[in-house]
T-cell receptor
């Protein structure tokens, strides 16, 4: 158990809908990262937050957005969903947000299925 | 731009045999390199990382990797495979701008 929790574990929805994925980091970690893992695109970094502020942005679509709240939990919002958005979405957390020196701890993921 | 290539999407070894998983990178600046492992139905776990210190990096579970700048490689090895090593392994590279790129992964099967 990494200490990172993600809810829900599974999500099934229809095209065009909007969903919110939630992540609670390990106690004491200030940074949260979101990743997408799909058969087509492999594992991709989406976005990183540190203490409520966006730190780095990867291959995140404009239909997707994220935020980190004052209590440090984070939400990833996916809108106008398409079939291709079906994937496993991972959240990770780390103490300081310095990706090179920090170790990232990954949650178990949320599996999103878009029908 | 950074990129990572993992040669061999599937590797099978016998229990007790050497594990060698290949990773080559391209980077315009000195890279930071990582190996992660993903067990079935779980998130990723960091095995080891190279951050421009020693070129031979030792990680958890008996794994190690050697950074070879001349070959732009960061191959992962373990002298003796265990059944518990069966998993998906990802090589990743990060640049100073905090961008992070993963390879396509190598699925390791250990044959008893």
């Amino acid at each position: 158990d990494s200490g990172v929790t993600q809810t829900p574990k599974h999500l099934i929805t229809a095209t065009g809908q909007r969903v919110t994925l939630r992540c609670s980091p390990r106690s004491g970690d200030l940074s949260v990262y979101w990743y997408q893992q799909s058969l087509d695109q492999g594992l991709q970094f989406l976005i990183q937050y540190y203490n409520g502020e966006e730190r780095a942005k990867g291959n995140i679509l404009e239909r997707f957005s994220a935020q980190q709240f004052p209590d440090l939990h984070s939400e990833l919002n996916l809108s106008s969903l398409e079939l291709g958005d079906s994937a496993l979405y991972f959240c990770a957390s780390s103490p300081t947000g310095q990706r090179v020196t920090d170790t990232q701890y990954f949650g178990p993921g949320t599996r999103l299925t878009v029908l | 731009a950074q990129s990572v290539t993992q040669l061999g999407s599937h590797v099978s070894v016998s229990e007790g045999a050497l594990v060698l998983l290949r990773c080559n990178y391209s980077s315009s600046v000195p890279p930071y390199l990582f190996w992660y492992v993903q067990y079935p139905n779980q998130g990723l776990q960091l095995l080891l990382k190279y951050t421009s210190a020693a070129t031979l990096v030792k990680g958890i579970n008996g794994f190690e990797a050697e950074f070879k700048k001349s070959e732009t490689s960061f191959h992962l090895t373990k002298p003796s495979a265990h059944m518990s090593d069966a998993a998906e392994y990802f090589c990743a590279v990060s640049d100073p701008g905090n961008q992070f790129y993963f390879g396509t992964g190598t699925s390791l099967t250990v044959i008893p």
